[in-house]
């Protein structure tokens, strides 16, 4: 750091310019040059061109004198650094001895006695983690900055080493304080001992106005304030030291005095100046800003999950779980979803979406297009027509917000996947010996496009089989193909094993997902388990095709019955399944063609009752009148069955069915 800049001078400096230009104003002046005119002077005067001895002309009236210009000459470099509203130290040579430590530095740590180490007489330095940096800038010559040291009230908050002898502590500060610290190269000027046998002219302009001389005994005296150093109190051997410890001002202004007493000064002594500026404002806001920003996004976070399923529906054929990880830090929400719905029979329907963008808007299209999922859902219809129904809602909701969804549907009974795709991405699905394939049947475009007409493709989906359904968060990266994310995808997920849960754990940490990472990610994992043993009997299938006539319904009514007394269901359970699958088969031989089936499954925990036919009219409930004949068939399910629903059938017809909950245990 530069000081010349500053035009400062030390104590005593503007003692011995007055007296020079006292001693200037008793020499005698020049004599008047010939013809009575007068030497020119220096400033403010010009001379006579004509020579004739008249005055000069006068200066226009318009013009105003030069300004002053005001300089630091009065200023010591003590005035300066201790105005400086900002610790401010001064130290030199290898060991940092200290020279100079201004009045806002002692004030905080208390002062110091001047040429003692830093590394025992500030103690603060230390433990801030200064000392090694001064090391560095007194070797390389650069400047070094830190950014944000927490200084605690009254100081560094650990024990401070050993104090010199006189040293006073600090006041303290009624809080802690942050400081940024910048450690600067600088070189100070060593002052010679002024000797006793100095010109009469170095005497004079020493003495005082008054022409009182200054004893000139030969002492040391401190450059600092110019005090003189006891020599008495030191032998020979510390002198020196003495004389170093009165180091304590940069070159340009010691090199200045030093020169004006003793001529030139010894060889320059590098030193640092070590300038702390107080950040504790800066630093506190920016915390205050980072609180808040971390409210923001937990409030953000928590919206988002509050539009997620709560829990996850658990379907009796499958295992499944789902995980959800908010991209990035800030506080704006993304648009991923996912959900489980139960459509009954033994059905499930797996659906994951993601609306493009971020922010609340997005969160808002989500949870519209999650409810109406789940309303599609209880309608029973086929794959691509939920979304087909999904795809004018979305343009409905916003028609700048479009969003990509994979509406699936398992039946335990196909043992297959049957799905819809708009514009997402392949459901992986991986088969009891570990080959996983891609959902590889043509996907439509995102929702909210409008136009165009989905498809429905199928996958199989066995016992011992699993699937994965995710959004790109989890595949995409910004310098990567997202089907090279896929791929990758593909590999962890042929060997990932366990539940469904961990598999989900796995799948993210696999493919690097780190709270840092930018993107929201939603994964959900389904498996079909391959039950033996006990878990095995809990699960029964038993079919009959019915082939019409009027000798139908007493088949049926004596197959459920039989079936039924098998399963050891108890006895009122038995009656009760025998009426549904009358009704149900009665209401399809009235209503329905042909072929017809009748269909009864066991899970641990319901008994499904199922009739199909080749009619793709659905029943409906109606309040039969006291006089009508038929027509309560349905009513008569519906009042005994836990619950009950038609749905239409991929090959044309449709299926009635009903499910009695099993009793605990």
């Not at 020079?20 to 005067?45: L, Q, T, W």
Request: glycine share 10%.
């Amino acid at each position: 750091m530069n000081f010349t800049r500053w035009s400062a001078r030390l104590p005593r400096t503007q003692r011995r310019i007055a007296a020079r230009a006292d001693r200037g104003a008793r020499r005698p002046k020049p004599a008047a040059a010939a013809g009575g005119g007068s030497v020119p002077a220096a400033r403010g005067e010009s001379a006579d061109p004509a020579g004739r001895g008249e005055p000069p002309a006068a200066a226009p009236s318009d013009a105003a004198p030069p300004a002053a210009v005001p300089t630091l000459d009065g200023l010591s470099a003590h005035d300066l650094l201790g105005q400086v509203p900002a610790l401010v130290a001064v130290v030199y040579g290898p060991e940092h001895r200290i020279a100079y430590l201004n009045d806002t530095y002692v004030g905080l740590f208390g002062s110091r006695t001047p040429g003692t180490p830093a590394g025992q007489a500030l103690p603060e330095l230390r433990e801030l983690g200064l000392l090694p940096l001064m090391d560095q800038v007194l070797r390389s010559g650069k400047p070094r900055t830190v950014k944000s040291r927490r200084v605690p009230a009254g100081g560094p908050a650990t024990t401070p080493g050993p104090r010199q002898e006189g040293a006073v502590p600090g006041p303290g500060r009624s809080r802690h304080g942050y400081y940024t610290f910048t450690c600067s190269p600088i070189e100070m000027a060593a002052p010679k001992a002024i000797a006793s046998a100095q010109a009469a002219d170095d005497r004079a302009a020493e003495a005082d106005l008054d022409g009182t001389p200054v004893d000139r005994s030969p002492v040391d005296r401190s450059p600092v304030d110019g005090s003189p150093v006891d020599g008495s109190a030191v032998d020979g051997s510390n002198r020196e030291g003495v004389v170093r410890k009165a180091v304590a001002v940069p070159e340009a202004v010691a090199a200045e005095t030093v020169a004006a007493e003793t001529g030139p000064a010894t060889e320059p002594v590098r030193g640092v100046l070590v300038f702390g500026a107080d950040v504790t404002d800066q630093v506190e806001s920016a915390e205050r800003l980072r609180a808040s920003e971390r409210l923001q996004r937990e409030a953000a976070v928590t919206l988002q999950r509050s539009l997620l399923p709560q829990e996850l529906e658990q379907p009796d054929d499958l295992r499944v779980a789902a995980t959800y990880q908010p991209g990035g830090t800030d506080a704006a929400v993304g648009g991923d979803w996912y959900d489980v719905i139960t459509l009954g029979a033994g059905r499930t329907a797996l659906v994951i979406g993601d609306v493009m963008g971020r922010g609340v808007r997005a969160a808002a299209v989500m949870g519209q297009l999650r409810t109406a999922v789940r309303a599609y859902a209880r309608l029973d219809l086929p794959p691509h027509e939920v979304l087909q129904l999904l795809d004018g809602l979305a343009a409905e909701i916003d028609p700048h917000q479009i969003a990509t969804c994979v509406y699936a549907v398992h039946d335990p009974n196909e043992n297959r996947l049957v799905y819809a795709s708009a514009g997402h991405l392949p459901i992986l699905v991986r088969d009891p010996d570990g080959t996983v394939r891609r959902a590889s049947e043509p996907t439509g475009p995102p929702l909210g496009t409008g136009g165009w007409l989905h498809t429905t493709g199928s996958v199989p989906l066995g016992p011992g089989g699993s699937a994965v359904l995710y959004t790109d968060g989890l595949v995409e990266r910004r310098d990567k193909d997202i089907y090279d994310g896929v791929a990758a995808l593909e590999r962890v997920f042929a060997g990932a094993t366990g539940s469904p849960q961990v598999m989900c754990d796995r799948l993210i940490r696999a493919l690097g997902i780190t709270a840092e990472h930018d993107d929201d990610v939603a994964v959900l994992v389904l498996q079909h388990p391959a039950r033996t043993g006990h878990d095995a009997e809990l699960f029964h299938n038993a079919a009959l095709e019915l082939l019409g006539g009027v000798e139908a319904a007493p088949r049926a009514r004596a197959f459920a019955s039989g079936v039924l007394a098998s399963w050891r269901f108890p006895m009122e359970l038995r009656d009760l399944g025998v009426l549904a699958a009358s009704e149900l088969v009665a209401n399809s031989l009235q209503h329905g063609t042909p072929p017809m089936r009748l269909r009864l499954r066991r899970t641990d925990r319901r008994l499904i009752i199922e009739v199909t036919d080749g009619d793709e009219h659905l029943p409906r409930r109606r309040r039969a009148e006291p006089v009508d004949e038929a027509g309560r068939g349905i009513s008569i399910v519906a009042t005994i069955a836990s619950s009950w629903g038609s749905r239409r059938t991929p090959g044309g017809g449709k299926a009635v069915w009903c499910e009695f909950a099993l009793p605990a245990g």
